[in-house]
């Protein structure tokens, strides 16, 4: 299965959730799954790099209170739209982010 695992904190992670999303998907890799996170980035553009076999997307984010939650959500869905080919499966670990939406059913979608 190809999974799309969208969190909210910086990465790599220290604790909480993000720590968890992380080995949560360093398992699914060891399990034959592909998985690619996607997290908050920075003001610069979204970017990609590997880290330990696994793709990672810093998404755009300004900590601009209270539009950072808006704005953010617009960056991943657009990355979300350029990665639908690519994802079976969204997870979201995030209260930052509107649930994708999917232009083509089937699709699956889970929130933790």
């Known amino acids: ?5 969208i969190m909210s904190v910086p990465f790599p992670p220290g604790e909480g959730i993000g ?9 699914l890799t060891q399990l034959g799954h592909g998985v690619q ?10 970017r990609r790099e590997v880290v330990e076999g696994i793709p990672v997307w810093w998404v755009r984010f300004w900590p601009t209170y209270p539009l950072h939650v808006h ?3 617009l960056f ?8 639908e080919p690519e994802i079976d499966l969204f ?3 995030s209260p930052w982010s ?4 999917r232009s083509a059913p089937p699709w699956s979608l889970f929130t933790a």
């Open 91 to 93: 997870h979201l670990h």
């Open 1 to 5: 299965m190809r999974i799309g695992m």
């Open 19 to 27: 720590f968890y999303v992380w080995h949560l998907a360093r398992n």
């Open 37 to 46: 996170i996607i997290t908050r980035g920075n003001v610069g553009p979204t």
């Open 76 to 83: 991943v869905d657009k990355l979300v739209r350029q990665l």
């Open 71 to 73: 704005l953010h959500s």
């Open 98 to 101: 509107n649930i994708p939406a």
